[in-house]
């Protein structure tokens, strides 16, 4: 989907580029208009985990999606990046075998995700899923660990969602029927060292 088009369902968002390099189009994304529902200061310092917990405590349920903003400074985070694939293109847990990881010391910044409920297991990963670009805009990634300090917390209820699957034939062809739920779940969750 063009970037125009993402545009047209959401200002906020997450998501990879096509073949996972710079290019106009996103082979997948996560985006809605952002209009929270919650916003908390979180004072005090807090690893992956404890906010994690911190922002469950916040839910009213667990039955529906939320988007949550993060805007803190960071003792530390690191981050992935995978690079460009080509075809035939390989698993995702092949892709992040190749991933460059990034460590930042007190860097401030904005985490920007989603949590999604159990029961949307093997249409996305349940959780969290939050990717991180820093204040300057010239760093960022895909969360692994992270280590706050202070932060503003903001969370959007979006209790309903729309679905595009792709139309190409490579799509429509494709035998999914063999992905490894936990392989995944090990690879996009990656709750890190708990620092």
């Known amino acids: 989907m063009s970037f125009k088009e993402l545009a047209m369902h959401g200002d906020f ?3 990879t580029l096509d073949d996972l390099d710079d290019s106009q189009e996103a ?3 996560d985006v809605t208009f952002f209009e929270p529902d919650q916003k908390n200061l979180f004072n005090g310092s807090a690893n992956q985990t404890k906010l994690q917990r911190y922002l469950e405590d916040q839910m009213p349920s667990k039955n529906i999606f939320y988007a949550i903003r993060i805007d803190g400074t960071f003792d530390y985070i690191k981050t992935r990046s995978v690079p460009a694939q080509d075809r ?6 092949e892709a992040v075998a190749h991933q460059s ?15 999604s409920p159990a029961y949307a297991n093997g249409m996305i990963v349940p959780g969290y899923h939050f990717h991180f670009l ?7 990634g895909h969360v692994l660990d992270f280590l706050l300090k202070n932060a503003s917390v903001a969370i959007d209820y979006t209790p309903q969602f729309l679905m595009v699957l792709p139309e190409i034939k490579e799509f429509l062809q494709a035998d999914l029927t063999g992905a490894d739920q936990a ?13």
Do not use: C, D, H, M
């Not at 035939?88 to 847990?93: D, F, I």
């Not at 820093?134 to 960022?140: D, K, L, P, Q």
């Open 183 to 195: 392989e995944l779940q090990k690879v996009e969750s990656n709750p890190g060292k708990g620092r």
């Open 134 to 140: 820093n204040e300057n805009r010239t760093a960022g």
């Open 88 to 93: 035939p293109y390989p698993t995702l847990t």
């Open 101 to 115: 990881v990034f460590e930042f010391i007190n860097q401030s910044g904005t985490i920007v995700g989603f949590w």
């Open 27 to 29: 082979p997948f994304a």
């Open 13 to 15: 968002g997450i998501g």
